[in-house]
């Protein structure tokens, strides 16, 4: 199989990470990918550490966008420049392991999954292993990927763009990549999880995402003016998602030292 895979990977303020993520890339033993950046307007050295990689590698492209505008837009501008029959998803600061591109892509081919994700592990900050990782459920069709918060990690999703045409993250500032995955399964009929722990997903000690109430606008953003839930479903919702948040009950968690 020798499909191109475009590879999206919005940034910001990543310069202490993104080396270390563009080199998981260029270690994948699948070698059919582009990798697009897209710098939503970075204040560090973002741009003179990737400056040797976009002069060696011609399959590595870089823009920058006029103004600061979020991930979603980043994230969109990426998918309008993506060329591939499939579409990965990598965030600056996540990494992943040499074969991750090459057993997704075994298993869409073997499963016909059109939209799949895999297991990551976490580590933190520094790089180290924090020895927990996260599995996907087999199979997510809507209303589950609704009720369990999005169970997936954005770092492993990939799809099938030829099926699912071209995408446009949803005009929200966070959760959008919930938001996409909401928006696909409804043409997609789910998303299947592998097992294989493939990624590695950075902890970091700023990220807007670990402060759980400040998500709370956004997701009934989400539920009731992207989604069009009524009310009573949008409260729900949020009562699943702070349920799950607080007692982790719906998603498999594993200590890698137990897991064969």
């Not at 950046?37 to 400056?51: P, Q, Y």
């Not at 979020?70 to 990598?90: E, W």
């Not at 607080?246 to 137990?258: C, D, M, N, P, S």
Request: hydrophobic letters at 40%; aromatic letters at 10%.
């Amino acid at each position: 199989m020798n499909k191109l895979v475009s590879i999206i990977m919005p940034t910001y303020n990543c310069a202490s990470f993104i080396k270390e993520s563009v080199e998981s890339v260029l270690a994948q033993d699948y070698t059919a990918w582009e990798l697009i950046i897209v710098d939503d307007c970075s204040k560090d050295n973002t741009r003179e550490v990737l400056a040797p990689y976009l002069t060696k590698y011609p399959n590595i492209h870089y823009t920058c966008l006029e103004k600061n505008s979020g991930p979603a837009a980043a994230r969109s501008a990426a998918l309008k420049q993506a060329q591939g029959h499939y579409v990965a998803f990598l965030d600056s600061d996540d990494l992943w392991m040499p074969d991750k591109l090459s057993k997704q892509l075994r298993f869409m081919e073997q499963t016909g999954a059109v939209f799949c994700a895999t297991g990551y592990a976490q580590i933190y900050e520094d790089g180290k292993p924090a020895k927990i990782a996260l599995i996907p459920p087999q199979k997510t069709d809507y209303k589950k990927m609704l009720r369990l918060s999005c169970p997936v990690g954005n770092s492993t999703v990939m799809y099938d763009r030829r099926a699912l045409g071209n995408q446009q993250v949803p005009p929200i500032k966070k959760r959008n990549d919930f938001a996409l995955w909401l928006q696909i399964l409804h043409t997609a009929p789910a998303c299947y999880g592998m097992p294989d722990i493939l990624t590695k997903y950075r902890l970091r000690s700023q990220s807007v995402s670990r402060n759980k109430l400040k998500l709370l606008p956004y997701h009934w953003q989400l539920y009731r003016h992207i989604e069009k839930l009524s009310v009573l479903q949008s409260v729900w919702y949020i009562l699943c998602w702070a349920w799950i948040k607080g007692t982790g009950v719906g998603i498999e968690k594993v200590k890698l030292k137990e897991r064969k």
